[in-house]
């Protein structure tokens, strides 16, 4: 099991200088997701001061671009790190889709496997296959001359992976990509009970194995040896747990675990931007299965016994926060990465 950091919006320069400090340290690699910045450039920088580390989007707004324009990159990312860069990509909501980058938000799930299938038919025609041949409802690819293909080199087998939090979504990772993107507000039951099973009948249509698809799990760790040391972590958990449970895609989740109408509760604070009411909403028993708090001694066991056979990566999600605040927690963290990775 890889032990991967979430990576925040940070200049070239600071993800170089973490990056550097994350090789030296025993970490797998860095996910970058894509929200106030776009990834690629954080990544390069990244690859150049850490040529070990593992590189991945987690995710990149798909719809926004051209299939051709993402297959680009990753060919390009997948070069120059040596193959250390798998593309992760995610649907993103209408809102964003639509008002923030005037884009076109269809059905997610069936506009991702075209989506998906268009990318895999550029890099094809990248590895010299065959003609760019990809007609689908949303996208249509057919011209490609030599002088605008990319040269070939020797790390052309990209992953690709997607993000998905309900059965559709799950089903097209199941048929189509190499790995799926867990939402970081998941409980094991969710992954035991929707994920894998909609993930093996989506592998099931085109007969693949669904133990070739890699799960890879952000995880709201909460590591401290009091309450005290704790409470910020628990206070990002808790206000993120509230924020994605508020919203309609999330909230079977809650049903699921027998907390019936919350999701209606937490909305109503949500939009009177009471905060603090959100919060106390969040009790014990439900951070302990959306997060997972932990003395510092024990996380990484922690970790290998609730995501050991599942996850093939877990990606510490508030840790970059942690070290930064702390910087005595660097060597804490390289401990538990080191102790999973092991494992």
């Not at 799950?170 to 998941?186: F, N």
């Not at 999330?250 to 604070?269: I, N, P, S, T, W």
């Amino acid at each position: 099991m890889e032990f991967d950091i979430m990576a925040r919006a940070s200049t070239w320069a600071d993800a170089a200088e973490l990056a550097q400090r994350l090789e030296g340290a025993g970490y797998s690699g860095m996910l970058m997701t894509e929200g106030s910045q776009v990834p690629w450039m954080v990544i390069a920088a990244a690859a150049m001061a850490a040529p070990k580390l593992h590189f991945s989007t987690g995710i990149a707004v798909a719809f926004p671009r051209s299939p051709m324009m993402s297959a680009q990159i990753a060919w390009e990312l997948a070069r120059n790190t040596q193959g250390r860069f798998r593309l992760g990509l995610g649907s993103q909501v209408k809102a964003h889709i639509t008002r923030r980058y005037a884009s076109q938000f269809d059905r997610p799930a069936p506009q991702m496997k075209d989506y998906l299938q268009a990318v895999r038919a550029c890099l094809k025609a990248f590895r010299r296959e065959g003609p760019l041949e990809h007609e689908g409802p949303y996208y249509n690819l057919s011209l490609l001359p030599e002088q605008w293909t990319p040269s070939g080199h020797d790390y052309e087998d990209i992953k690709l992976d997607i993000s998905a939090v309900g059965p559709y979504m799950t089903k097209v990772a199941g048929e189509l990509a190499d790995g799926i993107h867990v939402h970081p507000m998941h409980s094991m039951p969710y992954i035991a009970n929707r994920v894998l099973p909609n993930l093996a009948e989506g592998a099931a249509r085109v007969g693949r194995d669904p133990a070739e698809i890699d799960l890879i799990v952000p995880v709201m760790a909460i590591p401290g040896d009091s309450a005290e040391e704790q409470a910020t972590a628990t206070l990002k958990a808790k206000t993120q747990i509230g924020f994605y449970g508020a919203t309609p895609n999330y909230a079977f989740q809650f049903d699921d675990l027998g907390y019936d109408g919350m999701r209606d509760k937490l909305r109503v604070h949500l939009k009177s931007g009471d905060t603090e009411a959100l919060v106390a909403l969040i009790d014990d028993e439900m951070l302990n299965h959306f997060a997972l708090p932990a003395r510092w001694d024990d996380m990484a066991d922690k970790l290998i016994a609730r995501y050991k056979g599942t996850a093939a990566r877990v990606v510490m999600y508030h840790a970059e926060e942690s070290i930064r605040e702390h910087p005595d927690n660097f060597g804490k963290w390289s401990e538990i990465a080191r102790a999973v990775r092991a494992a």
